[in-house]
Nanobody, 128 residues
């Protein structure tokens, strides 16, 4: 069973950048597909990005394509989310999630309900 801890959130002006990190412990990190989700007040949790266990496959939500980049370092048990060209509508709590991928394609892991393990979240606020 893996434990996840996010870091790197904060306040940034529109057009700026942030990099979120998610450190994993307690499991075999390289078995897990990893995802980032976000949730703003009054909204459902939204898929942001995901990455397969070996980083060969990546997927992005439509609202962040071309601006955000997901990556992972299995030697450091860490997944990252580089967020560029940030907009006020990116303001949300960002959550890291993990799920044992097995034989499933990454596309099968694109909803919050597909992930068993979650971090506590980190706040990202983008000012206009």
């Amino acid at each position: 069973q893996v434990q996840l801890v996010e870091s790197g959130g904060g306040l940034v002006q529109a057009g700026g950048s942030l990099r979120l990190s998610c450190a994993a412990s307690g499991g075999t990190f390289s078995r897990y597909a990893m995802g980032w989700f976000r949730q703003a007040p009054g909204f459902e949790r939204e898929f942001v990005a995901s990455i397969s266990w070996g980083a060969l496959s990546k997927s992005y939500g439509d609202s962040v394509k071309g601006r955000f980049i997901i990556s992972r370092d299995n030697a450091k048990n860490t997944v990252y989310l580089q967020m560029n060209s940030l907009r006020p509508e990116d303001t949300a709590v960002y959550y890291c999630a993990g799920e044992v991928q097995g034989a499933r394609a990454l596309g099968a892991l694109s909803s919050a309900g597909d992930y068993a393990y979650w971090g506590q979240g980190t706040q990202v606020t983008v000012s206009s």
